[in-house]
């Protein structure tokens, strides 16, 4: 089955910890994105990439890092330098950037703060 | 700055009956706009995009109008049942933005019981 892979579900994270949150997908999608979710707000975009080796700020960037070594790969870290970590990511892929194009999404991770 | 609003943010009905949710948004510069389904704790499925050049879209039971002028589009679900229940999201992807980012409501919370 194709589709994107989120993990783990929930996550927790220490008081100046760094944590990665998992994204793969199998569709062979050349853009990827990621999105955080907060109770009573949309999605608000993080970062996104539309190749191997590229990505680019979103609007909501201070306190995330990602990488894109691979095309079916796109892990977010949230750093300690996120005060305000708690909420619901999610992470989607596209075919390629443009206005026509859906984006497919995975099933989410939930990061708490202990 | 575009937002997207939508009203209203609960709706419980019973079975059987037709609905409407609606999305308003600030600018009618767009590409297209596309209506999402979440259901609690996942990812979002698309349900239904619409190009700015056409005015609605229909899948099954859904049927989706985009007046752009006005900054407005209609999600309408008929017949609904209680596997509609979930929180049915609106996004907009803006000429301002780069042709990749999408702009989220903040989402209608359905309930539709037996």
């Known amino acids: 089955d194709g589709g994107i892979t989120q993990s783990p579900k929930y996550l927790f994270r220490k008081e100046g910890q760094n944590v990665t949150l998992s994204c793969e997908q199998n569709l062979n999608h050349d853009a990827m994105y990621w999105y955080r979710q907060d109770p009573g707000q949309g999605l608000r975009l993080i970062y996104y990439s539309q190749i191997v080796n590229d990505f680019q700020k979103g609007d909501i960037a201070e306190g995330y890092s990602v990488s894109r070594e691979k095309k079916e790969s796109f892990p977010l870290t949230v750093t300690s330098a996120q005060k305000n970590p708690t909420a619901f990511y999610l992470c989607a892929s596209s075919i390629g950037l443009g206005p026509s194009e859906t984006q497919y999404f995975g099933p989410g991770t939930r990061l708490l703060v202990l | 700055k575009q937002e997207v609003t939508q009203i209203p943010a609960a709706l419980s009905v019973p079975e059987g009956e037709n609905l409407v949710l609606n999305c308003s948004f600030t600018?009618?510069?767009?590409?297209?706009l596309q209506w999402f389904r979440q259901d609690p704790g996942k990812g979002l499925t698309s349900l239904l995009l619409i190009q700015s050049s056409q005015r609605e879209q229909t899948s099954g039971r859904l049927n989706a109008s985009l007046d752009k002028s006005s900054g407005r589009s209609t999600l309408y679900i008929a017949a609904s049942q209680p596997g509609d229940s979930a929180t049915y999201l609106c996004?907009?992807?803006?000429?301002?933005?780069?042709?990749?980012?999408?702009?989220f409501g903040t989402g209608t919370r359905l309930q539709v019981f037996p």
């Open positions: 600018d009618s510069a767009i590409y297209n």
């Open positions: 996004a907009v992807s803006p000429f301002s933005y780069n042709t990749d980012k999408l702009i």
